[in-house]
Every structure is written in C-alpha cells, then in structure tokens.
C-alpha cells in the first residue's frame, strides 16, 4: 500500500471527513458520536450549526459591529499641599452653616457678659493700716446694701422698701473657698462688735459709718479673716437677679404675711419671683422664732437659689435669658477694685456649692438670740476658714442659726 501524502487535498483526505471539503455525504452516524458537547459559536450566536449544512463562516472581523467604547476612568482627586498630605477642605454648605452657628454663639457668649462687665461698679474694700497677712483659699465679703438711693419712687412701691434715707447694710456673709467645702456663714446685721473709731455697736453701724472700708476693717480685727474679694447687691438688684433667670424656689417652714415686705406666702417649697424672694429674704416681722438669725437663714437660701439658676444650662443656651442676666449685673452689682470677669465668675460657681455634701451653710456660732457671739465656738470657726480646714468642722458647730444644735434641734 503506498503512502498517503500527509496534506492531501479534499479528494486525498479520510473519506468519513471528506464532507468537511465539500465532497461525499458521511455515512450515518452512531447513537454514540451524536453525543457531542455544544460549543457557544463566537458570532455571538447569529449563526448556528445545523446537522447536515455546513457551517456558515463568520463574518470578518472589520464587519463586526464595533464594541462599546470603555467608560474612562476617573483620575484621582487632586490633594493640595505637599508632602503626600491632603489639604483641608472646607466642609459641605450645611455643615458650613452649622460651623459658622456655633462660631457665631461662641461669640456672642463671650461678648454680651464682656459688654456688662465694663459698665459694672468697682468698690475700693481695702482698708488702709495692718491686715491679716496672706491665708490659704478664698474668702469674699458678700454685703446686701440697704440703700434706696438708686431705686425710682415706683421700684420702691413695687418692691416694699419703703423711703429709708442713708447707707446702710442689710446683709453681710463670707463666702470661703478651698482644698475643703465651701463655707457661707452669715453674720447677723445685729451682731454687736467693736468698731474701729466709734467704739462697741451693732455690725452693720460700720458701714454706714465708712462704707465698705470700714466694714472690711471691723471684720478682719474681729475674726482674724482676711477679706480677699467684695461684692455688693444693691436692694433691688436681688429682685432684678430672680426675675432674669424665671424665679427661682423658696421653701419656708410657715407661712408669711408682711405688708410692708408685699409678702404673702404659703409654707412649703413654691416658686417665687423677684418681689417675692427680696421680701422673704429681708421680711423682719415674720421670724418669730429665732428673729435675725432666721432671717439670715433665709438671706442664704435665696442667694445660693440664684447662684444655682445662674449657673444652669438653660441660662447658656436660653440667648434672652444669658442676654437678660448679664443686663441686670450693671445696675445692681458691685465688685472690689481688682476682681475680673473671672474671679466674678469663679464666686458665681462657689455660690451654687454651699448646700448638702458640696458645702457648708451657716450662722456664725452665737451663745443666744441676741446674736453675741460665743467666744470659744466662733474662735474655732475662725480658725478653720483661717487655715484653710473646712473638712474639720463638725455639724454641731455650723448650724443654719448658729446656736448649739441641742438648742436648734
């Protein structure tokens, strides 16, 4: 047999695949070369193969249709600066709204209290001659001034304080801060004291005597206390205060009835306006009990109830509120020579820590209802303020009167 040339033509080639080349029909196939796996044809299936038709050569390649051009990609962001790091953007128009808000409120709580605070009084407090030296911590001098001088014909109606002439003291506390609790202990206005140049007479005669000096003076001879800091409300600054922050709560054993305070009240805790907190604090017919210590009490009560509501988140959020307080500061507060918006703002905040466990609330210790002082009792209280030991005082000695606990119990 001879040799078959290996790239014959259709006529030379295998006859079953002849086909392929246009030549014989391939006999019939067998069950099992019908078996054959489908092929997906490349023309996207336009064409198939149909048994027994040759197949149909795809289209050439120039007759395709043309693919979809790919979406270009985008380039990379831009990042300003150098060194590899991206510059600041500014943020999006809302949050850009938002931030300049908040830029807007810092502002504003910063500018309206600084605004007040340069049409506030300053009072020289400092005596000349010798002092206590430097002691630990903070003591103020908190004076209610009693004068009418500043009030209008239709304030005093409105407010009960009647047409009292000169200048006078209607409520003295000291106020000591430090590594301990706050201490606010009052000093009845009847207390009777030496006072420097005109001999041995009630506290309060001394400031009407020479004013806020002189007052300073009598004080630190007596306790040995040295006075750091004064603020001094006007009468009717008190009512000015409360009314700037909604009222604040009162909360008096009995009820109270005092025309000439225009206080009529209930007993139990109540909220109380303006009006209303000045006669409570300065009513002097309606303690019948323990008289100018209650009163005291009662002066401490409403002056650590403002320092609270001062203080409150809604003053700072509130702008009419925030706006309102700052306005009534002017008229109606005093500071010593030297005290900035911040140490102001430091006795604001201590105000607020002088009830429960942040802080101590008392009368000076007295030995009966005519306020003298108790020589060894006050002594000790003296000198826990004076060395700056407030955690070693012991309940029995501060008490809201300043009697004994066994006589106030």
Known sequence: MADRPRNGGPEDGPPEYGWLYGG???????????????????????SRAVPGRPAQPAAPRSEQRP????????PPPTERGGGGRRGFRFPRPRLRWVFLLVLAWIAYLVIVPVLAWNDVDKVDFEPDGERPGDQPGTTYLLVGSDSRGDLSAEERKRLGTGGAQGQRTDTIMLLHTGSGPNLLMSIPRDSIVEVPGHGTTKVNAAYAFGGPKLLVRTLETET???IDDYVEIGMG???????????IEICPENAMKDPQAKLDIEAGCQEADGPTALGYARSRKTYARFGDT????????????????VLSPWTVLNPFRYWDLNQSVPGFFAFGEGTGPVRAGLWAMA???????SGLTCGVPIQDLAVTWDPERSQQMFDAIIEDDTDSIPRQLCTPTGLPKEVTG
């Open 237 to 247: 600054g008190l009512a000015g205060v409360v009314d700037a922050v909604g009222g």
């Open 351 to 357: 105000m607020t820590r002088v009830n429960g466990e």
């Open 294 to 309: 209650q009163r005291a009490q009662a002066q401490r009560e409403v002056v650590s109830a403002v320092g609270k509501e």
């Open 67 to 74: 693919a979809a051009p790919a979406r270009p990609t985008p």
């Open 24 to 46: 014989k029909q391939p006999r019939e196939p067998g069950p099992e070369e019908t078996r054959v796996m489908p092929v997906q044809p490349r023309d996207g299936g336009r």
């Open 224 to 226: 040995g206390i040295r």
